[in-house]
C-alpha cells in the first residue's frame, strides 16, 4: 500500500438536450448509442423503479444527466446506464429527497467511465454515492461530491469491481457517510493516484486514498481538513 501527491477534486454539470420533470419514472433514450445531451429533472413525486439520464445498450453515452430533488426514488438514480461500452461526462445529483438505491454519475457493466460525476446536496441515500460504478471495465477522472444530506453506504469517485481506477475523486464538503470513502475502490485489480478530500462532515467507516480487496494501490491520497472520521485513514490500502 502506499500514498503520495495532492488530492484533487471537482467536476461541472452541464446538461442539456430534453428536460422532464414530475412523479413518474422516466428514462428518455435507451439505444445502441447516445451522444448528445439528455436530462431528467424529477421535481417531487414518488418512482418505484430506477432513473437514468440515458440508458444504452451498448455503444457511448455522453453529457446526460439525472436530477432529482424532493421526490422519492425506489431504486437507482443514474446519470447514465450502459450495458457495454463508454460513459463520458454523465451526471447524476440528488438535491432533496430519497433515493433508495444508489446514485452513480454512470453505471457500466462492461466499459469505461472518464469524467463522470455524482452529487449529493441534500436528502437521503440509501445505497452508495459513485462518481462511476463498474462491474468490469476502466475507471478514470471520475468525481463524488457530498456537500449534504446522508449516505447509508459509502462514498466513492469510482467503484469497480473488476478492473482499474486512476485519477478519480471524492469530497466530502458537509454531510454523514455511515460507510467508508474511497477516491477509488477496486476489488480485484488496481488502484492509481485516486484521492479524497475531506473539509467537513462524519464517516462512519474507514477513508482511502484507493482500496484495492485484491490486487495493487499505488500513489493515493487523503487529505483532511476537518471532520470526524470513525475509521481508519490511507492513502492507499492493497
Avoid: F, H, M
Wanted: glycine share 22%; aromatic share 2%.
Amino acid at each position: 500500500a502506499s500514498s503520495g501527491g495532492t488530492a484533487s477534486s471537482g467536476g461541472t454539470s452541464s446538461s442539456g438536450g430534453t428536460s422532464r420533470s414530475g412523479g413518474t419514472s422516466d428514462n428518455p433514450s435507451t439505444s445502441s448509442s447516445t451522444s448528445g445531451g439528455t436530462t431528467v429533472i424529477i421535481n417531487g413525486g414518488t418512482i418505484t423503479s430506477t432513473v437514468n439520464g440515458a440508458a444504452v445498450s451498448s455503444g457511448t453515452a455522453s453529457n446526460t444527466s439525472a436530477i432529482v430533488s424532493g421526490a422519492a426514488v425506489s431504486g437507482d438514480l443514474n446519470g447514465v446506464q450502459v450495458s457495454s461500452g463508454t460513459a463520458a461526462g454523465n451526471t447524476a445529483i440528488l438535491s432533496g429527497g430519497t433515493v433508495s438505491g444508489s446514485v452513480n454519475g454512470a453505471a457500466i457493466v462492461s466499459g469505461t467511465a472518464t469524467g463522470n460525476t455524482a452529487i449529493l446536496s441534500g436528502g437521503t441515500v440509501g445505497g452508495s454515492l459513485n462518481g462511476a460504478a463498474i462491474v468490469s471495465g476502466t475507471a478514470a477522472g471520475n468525481t463524488a461530491i457530498l456537500s449534504g444530506g446522508t449516505i447509508a453506504g459509502s462514498l466513492a469517485g469510482a467503484y469497480v469491481s473488476s478492473g482499474s481506477a486512476s485519477g478519480n475523486a471524492a469530497t466530502l464538503a458537509s454531510g454523514i457517510v455511515s460507510g467508508s470513502v474511497w477516491g477509488g475502490c477496486v476489488r480485484s485489480g488496481t488502484a492509481t493516484a485516486n484521492a479524497v478530500a475531506l473539509t467537513s462532515g462524519t464517516v462512519g467507516g474507514d477513508i482511502c486514498g484507493g482500496y484495492v480487496t485484491e490486487g495493487a494501490a499505488a500513489s493515493n491520497t487523503v487529505t483532511i481538513a476537518n471532520g470526524t472520521v470513525s475509521g481508519i485513514v490511507c492513502g492507499g490500502y492493497a
